[in-house]
């Protein structure tokens, strides 16, 4: 029972990340379209990527500080889109082990 109630939990958390980390891939693609042809190049995508830290009235949730809003806007926007990648690369790497054994048992 606690195995199973791991498992929802990480796939809640994974299917939010995944939409974080579209979010951000977003963000970089736009960057790249749209800003690129401004007269600083490159540095408007990472205006683009700073944006949560540098102006977190993006999210529009007010919280009680501006502290607790940025850790916020942190974790939304970087820290999220990198647990999808780790989480990503272990799962795929137990999934590969876990049928490569499979494979030798039949």
């Known amino acids: 029972m ?10 809640i958390v994974y299917g939010f ?11 970089i693609v736009h960057g790249f379209i749209v800003h ?17 830290v540098t102006d977190p009235a993006i999210f529009a949730i007010h919280l009680t500080s501006p502290v607790w809003s940025m850790l916020f806007a942190i974790i939304i926007s970087y820290l999220m889109p990198a647990f999808f ?13 876990t049928h490569e054994n499979s494979r030798f048992l039949h």
């Open 2 to 11: 606690k195995k199973q109630i791991e498992k929802i939990i990480f796939g």
């Open 17 to 27: 990340s995944a939409i974080f980390f579209l979010g951000f891939v977003v963000n």
């Open 36 to 52: 690129m042809h401004e007269t600083d190049s490159w540095r408007a995508v990472l205006r683009i990527l700073a944006s949560p």
């Open 85 to 97: 990648c780790v989480a990503t690369h272990f799962l795929k790497k137990d999934y590969l082990e």
